[in-house]
């Protein structure tokens, strides 16, 4: 009896919880101008044995009008010119109320074909950009709840109608919505809502799709995985700005500049020009140091450190952010002291 009691306690203090938890929340919109969804893009190179990992970032650029309606197109952009948004739109992406569309935009065409080659991987519907549903291809519907089912567009293909004619079908699938909860993130709330369907989806309310086992673009999650485990470029979401570069999502609490921390810059592959131990840094060549905390702040100006040289910084416990910066790129590490 004792036993049941608490157990309906318990269950009474949890509906409670997430009751309040629900009264509280505000839907937080996902198309706003200038916000930019900061990634880290790695892929291993077997003769050479070792990760190449660049930073990139989709940003949500200019309005554009097509067929009578508005669309925000999506640009990358990169960690070193983050005034600038690159050619051509990858994207276009819009808001209604609670749902959000997209339409495919370019998947190739950069200068820089790294760009090309990961979005050969990591953009994978199979949807014709002159055969689109007239409202766009729907990202999510944030509104959903638990138990629901949403359907998504998987792919279209041109086939023959009833009179012989080439007519172009959309083919869907359903997705059920496994849990919704609410969260805190960088000090604001969001709805995250889990789908099942082949992979975990993750939704958030104005991030959009954060993270499965084979992680994509936010507004569209890979339904299948291409190519194979050595080639295939992982793109991870590391974090979320808005157009004045202040932090709305993180994917680890100590981020605080996702274009600085989303992996190593200038693919700094030798760490042998330097290491960390035991509170002490360890230069086997010239060296630049800088140390900020998990709010971003300097807790160390940089230092020049010469080749054999090691620094000790008078760091309180915590995490920190280590940047190391020599003739082989720039790196950052998070460390604990």
């Not at 009751?19 to 505000?26: D, G, H, K, S």
């Not at 990992?53 to 960690?79: A, M």
């Not at 080659?117 to 014709?128: A, G, K, R």
């Not at 089912?149 to 959309?170: A, H, P, T």
Request: aromatic letters at 14%; one cysteine or more; glycine letters at 8%.
């Amino acid at each position: 009896m004792k036993k049941t009691i608490i157990i309906l306690i318990i269950s009474l203090f949890t509906c409670t919880s997430l009751f309040a938890q629900e009264q509280a929340y505000e839907y937080k919109p996902l198309v706003e101008p200038g916000k930019t969804w900061w990634y880290e893009a790695h892929t291993y190179i077997p003769p050479e044995k070792r990760y190449k990992r660049i930073t990139l970032g989709i940003r949500l650029s200019e309005t554009v009008n097509i067929d009578g309606i508005e669309w925000h197109t999506c640009r990358i952009v990169e960690p070193d010119n983050r005034n600038e948004a690159l050619d051509p739109i990858i994207a276009y992406i819009r808001q209604d109320g609670t749902k959000v569309f997209y339409r495919p935009g370019e998947f190739s065409g950069f200068e820089n074909d790294i760009y090309n080659e990961i979005l050969s991987y990591t953009y994978q519907y199979e949807v014709d950009p002159e055969h689109l549903p007239t409202e766009g291809i729907l990202v999510f519907d944030f509104s959903a709840e638990k138990g629901s089912v949403i359907e998504f567009l998987g792919w279209s293909e041109k086939r023959r109608d009833e009179d012989g004619n080439f007519v172009y079908g959309f083919y869907h699938f359903q997705s059920l919505i496994y849990d919704v909860t609410y969260i805190v993130n960088t000090g604001i709330q969001r709805k995250k809502i889990v789908c099942d369907k082949i992979y975990l989806w993750n939704f958030i309310d104005g991030i959009g799709e954060a993270g499965t086992s084979f992680s994509a673009l936010f507004f569209a999650p890979l339904a299948a995985m291409p190519g194979t485990a050595l080639s295939w470029w992982y793109i991870i979401l590391q974090g979320v700005v808005d157009a004045d570069e202040n932090l709305l999502w993180a994917a680890d609490e100590s981020i605080v500049h996702p274009w600085e921390l989303a992996g190593a810059d200038d693919a700094v592959t030798d760490r042998t020009t330097w290491s960390y131990a035991d509170g002490e840094i360890r230069c086997a060549a010239d060296a630049t140091i800088r140390v900020l905390d998990t709010t971003g702040r300097e807790t160390l100006a940089p230092v020049r450190v010469a080749a054999g040289g090691t620094l000790k910084p008078a760091l309180d416990s915590g995490i920190y952010i280590l940047e190391v910066t020599t003739d082989a790129g720039r790196d950052v590490r998070k460390i604990a002291r």
